[in-house]
C-alpha cells in the first residue's frame, strides 16, 4: 500500500469530491484556451462558408473570412490556427506542382492573415495530398511512394509557407528524413525562427475520412496509406519516431489521431519530455458532434471531457475542431 495511505476511515477518498470548491482544489489537470490550437479549411473565392457534410459546423472558408475567423480565435485567445486548403481539382496533378506554387491558396491566405492578425501564430500542412491527383502524401510511382523525391518537394513547400510568413510547419507526411531537410533549408535561408511541429507519430487512420472530404481528397486516393502512416498495433515504434525527429531539429511532436492513442500521449511526454501536442482529428470531431445533434449524449460535456483527457495524458496542447467553441465555453462570464 502507498506509504501515505492510512485504512478507511483514516482516508475516505470521497472527502475531497463532496463539493465543487474541494473537487475544483483537488483537480489535478486543466483544459484552458491557451491548449488549443484550431484547424482552418480555406478554399478560393470571395465571402464563402461551404458548410462540409461530414463535420457538421465547420466551412471551408474563402481567404476574407479565414482573416475574420482568425480574427475571432485571437480575440478569444487561442495562440494558433493550422491552415489545410481544399484544391480544386484542377490543380491537382501527378507532380503536385501546387503545393510548392509561392501564390497558393495557403500562401496566399498565410500573408493575409499575417497583415491583419499579426498577434495569432499560423501553422501550416506540409504534404502532397491536397495537390496530388491520387490523394497520396507523397509522389507516386508504378503504385510506390517515393520518399526522397517528396522529401525534396517538400522542402520547397515548406520554405514557400516560411516565406509566406508561417510560423510553425507542419509536416503530416511522414516520409523519412524530412524533419531534418527541412530544418537545414529553413538555417540555410534565414529562416531560424520558424518552427517544426513534426507529425511524428501518425497513424494509418479510419478516423481521417471527414477530413479527406474536407480537402477534396476522398474519392481520389488509391490504396491507403498504410506504407508511410503507423500500424495501430505498434507503439514502441511511436517512440522511436520521435526520438529520430527530435534528433533532426524538431521543435514540437504530435501524436494523430488523438483519442485512439492516449497511451502514447503519455509515453511520448514521460520519454522526452518535450512539447507535445494531440491532434483531435475529423473523425473523433464528427463523431461527437454526430451524437451530440441527435441527443445522444450532451455535446459540450462530451467536448470539455476529450479535451481535458488529452492534458491529462500529458499533451501541453490540442489541435481541435472544437477549438471556438471551447475557447467560448472556458471565457470568463462578461
Ligand atoms: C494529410 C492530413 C490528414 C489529416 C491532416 N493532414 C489526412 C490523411 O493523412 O489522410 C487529417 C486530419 C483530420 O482528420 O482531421 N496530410
Not at 499579426?118 to 491527383?133: E, K, R, S, V
Request: with cysteine; proline share 6%.
Amino acid at each position: 500500500m502507498h506509504p501515505t495511505f492510512a485504512p478507511f476511515p483514516a482516508t475516505r477518498l470521497r472527502r475531497t469530491r463532496r463539493s465543487a470548491p474541494l473537487r475544483d482544489l483537488c483537480q489535478e489537470n486543466v483544459l484552458t484556451v491557451k491548449d488549443l490550437i484550431w484547424p482552418i479549411f480555406i478554399r478560393e473565392g470571395q465571402d464563402v462558408a461551404e458548410p462540409i457534410a461530414s463535420m457538421p459546423g465547420v466551412f471551408r472558408l474563402s481567404i476574407d473570412k479565414a482573416v475574420r475567423a482568425a480574427e475571432e480565435a485571437a480575440s478569444l485567445g487561442i495562440p494558433a490556427i493550422c491552415l489545410f486548403p481544399y484544391t480544386d481539382i484542377s490543380l491537382k496533378t501527378e507532380g503536385c506542382e501546387e503545393a510548392c506554387n509561392p501564390e497558393n491558396l495557403t500562401n496566399r491566405a498565410i500573408r493575409a492573415i499575417k497583415a491583419e492578425v499579426p498577434g495569432i501564430a499560423i501553422m501550416t500542412d506540409i504534404a502532397l495530398d491536397p495537390y496530388n491527383i491520387n490523394g497520396h502524401d507523397g509522389f507516386v510511382r508504378d503504385g510506390i511512394i517515393l520518399n526522397d523525391e517528396t522529401v525534396e518537394a517538400l522542402v520547397k513547400m515548406a520554405m514557400a509557407q516560411a516565406d509566406a510568413g508561417a510560423d510553425i510547419l507542419g509536416p503530416s507526411d511522414m516520409m523519412d528524413g524530412r524533419i531534418g531537410a527541412m530544418r537545414a533549408a529553413l538555417e540555410a535561408a534565414g529562416h531560424t525562427d520558424v518552427a517544426i511541429l513534426s507529425y511524428s507519430a501518425k497513424y494509418a487512420s479510419a478516423f481521417y475520412g471527414p477530413f479527406r472530404d474536407a480537402v477534396g481528397a476522398s474519392g481520389l486516393l488509391t490504396g491507403d496509406k498504410k506504407t508511410y502512416q503507423m500500424n495501430p498495433g505498434n507503439a514502441d515504434e511511436a517512440l522511436r519516431l520521435v526520438a529520430r525527429d527530435l534528433s533532426e531539429g524538431a521543435d514540437m511532436v504530435m501524436i494523430k489521431p488523438g483519442m485512439p492513442y492516449l497511451d502514447i500521449c503519455r509515453r511520448v511526454k514521460d520519454s522526452f519530455g518535450v512539447p507535445t501536442y494531440a491532434y483531435q482529428v475529423s473523425g473523433e470531431y464528427a463523431m461527437i458532434r454526430g451524437a451530440a445533434d441527435r441527443g445522444w449524449i450532451d455535446g459540450d460535456r462530451a467536448m470539455l471531457e476529450s479535451l481535458l483527457a488529452f492534458k491529462r495524458a500529458g499533451c501541453d496542447g490540442i489541435l481541435t475542431y472544437f477549438a471556438p467553441a471551447v475557447a467560448r465555453m472556458l471565457a470568463p462570464a462578461a
